[in-house]
Nanobody
Framework: QVQLVESGGGSVQPGGSLRLSCVAS????????LGWYRQATGKQRELVAR???????NYADSAMGRFSISRDFAKNTVYLQMDNLKPEDTAIYYC???????????????WGQGTLVTVSS
């Protein structure tokens, strides 16, 4: 059974930092694209950052220059380092895995349960 478990959320003041972690289990994720999404109250879920198996990254404009995504293949873990946090970063952050399973391009997805990040003074 595929499982993604996030941790590291919490409350922080504006300008502070948090590091989110997501441990994947249940299958090999070395070939997967791993990412972080977030959903604020009353808004749609949006991509924050993702990293491919080859290490290519892309970020939402709002995260560029403040957030950094990385992965540890040995630990099957993806991280999101968030610096200079702003109140508008307040949201539930979800870990996501996208895995292509055959040559035709069929894929499977998995989501974590989410971790709450609150940025407030």
């Amino acid at each position: 059974q595929v499982q993604l478990v996030e941790s590291g959320g919490g409350s922080v003041q504006p300008g502070g930092s948090l590091r989110l972690s997501c441990v994947a289990s249940g299958r090999r994720f070395s070939g997967s694209t791993l990412g972080w999404y977030r959903q604020a109250t009353g808004k749609q879920r949006e991509l924050v950052a993702r990293i491919t198996a080859e290490g290519r990254t892309n970020y939402a404009d709002s995260a560029m220059g403040r957030f950094s995504i990385s992965r540890d293949f040995a630990k099957n873990t993806v991280y999101l380092q968030m610096d200079n946090l702003k109140p508008e970063d307040t949201a539930i952050y979800y870990c996501h895995a996208h895995t292509v399973v055959n040559v035709e391009g069929a894929s499977v997805e998995a989501w974590g349960q989410g971790t709450l990040v609150t940025v407030s003074s």
